[in-house]
T-cell receptor
Framework: AQKVTQAQTEISVVEKEDVTLDCVYE???????LFWYKQPPSGELVFLIR??????QNEISGRYSWNFQKSTSSFNFTITASQVVDSAVYFC???????????FGAGTRLFVKA | DTGVSQNPRHKITKRGQNVTFRCDPI?????LYWYRQTLGQGPEFLTY????????KSRLLSDRFSAERPKGSFSTLEIQRTEQGDSAMYLC?????????????FGSGTQLSVL
């Protein structure tokens, strides 16, 4: 069975601090896709990044960076110099190759205080 | 590109009543998904359409739930004889193409409260 675990339920930081959101996934498939989505208070999930299982290169996009490690089945997300606008719930998700169902973790609620 | 639209945004109903939600995906998107999200949890997959064909249904989708996508455009999700356990946010998402690694575009959801 496939599973995504986000052990951190809530994280609170002060603006300009760096913060890492953890994600651990489980699957026996060799080809799969990992995603991060952001859900602001408005409720609409917004896509942030997609990673293929065969591409372990880490990625940086502005203040966001992602660390994918197949050896530990982790796909962690770091926000550098956090801002109040980063306050949201962040979801890590998994989809198997050839599948249609995206499996989401329970999410991590991030509070960034000014 | 007007995004994925869901109506209504909020629905309050009494136990035992039927409710229907509507989702209008991004116009050219051929794939449409319904998810359910309860407080403090991530979205859970309910069902999936490719054009007008419903290709996959979750075991979460009991006989009281039915979804349609006539003509492969908008979709409706109906819940019959609502129960308090049906209270949740119902999310619709769409995407384009055949690849299974496509990102999802979500609507803002319909928040259902069953009293």
């Amino acid at each position: 069975a496939q599973k995504v675990t986000q052990a951190q339920t809530e994280i609170s930081v002060v603006e300009k601090e760096d913060v890492t959101l953890d994600c651990v996934y489980e699957t026996r498939d060799t080809t799969y896709y990992l995603f991060w989505y952001k859900q602001p208070p408005s409720g609409e999930l917004v896509f942030l990044i997609r990673r293929n299982s065969f591409d372990e290169q880490n990625e940086i996009s502005g203040r966001y960076s992602w660390n994918f490690q197949k050896s530990t089945s982790s796909f962690n997300f770091t926000i550098t110099a956090s801002q109040v606008v980063d306050s949201a719930v962040y979801f890590c998700a998994l989809r198997l190759d050839g599948g249609f169902k995206t499996i989401f973790g329970a999410g991590t609620r991030l509070f960034v205080k000014a | 590109d007007t995004g994925v639209s869901q109506n209504p945004r909020h629905k309050i109903t009494k136990r035992g009543q039927n409710v229907t939600f509507r989702c209008d995906p991004i116009s050219e998107h051929n794939r449409l998904y319904w998810y359910r999200q309860t407080l403090g949890q991530g979205p859970e997959f309910l069902t999936y359409f490719q054009n007008e064909a419903q290709l996959e249904k979750s075991r979460l989708l009991s006989d009281r739930f039915s979804a349609e996508r006539p003509k492969g455009s908008f979709s409706t999700l109906e819940i019959q004889r609502t129960e308090q356990g049906d209270s949740a946010m119902y999310l619709c998402a769409s995407t384009l193409g055949q690849a299974t690694n496509e990102k999802l575009f979500f609507g803002s959801g319909t928040q259902l409260s069953v009293l």
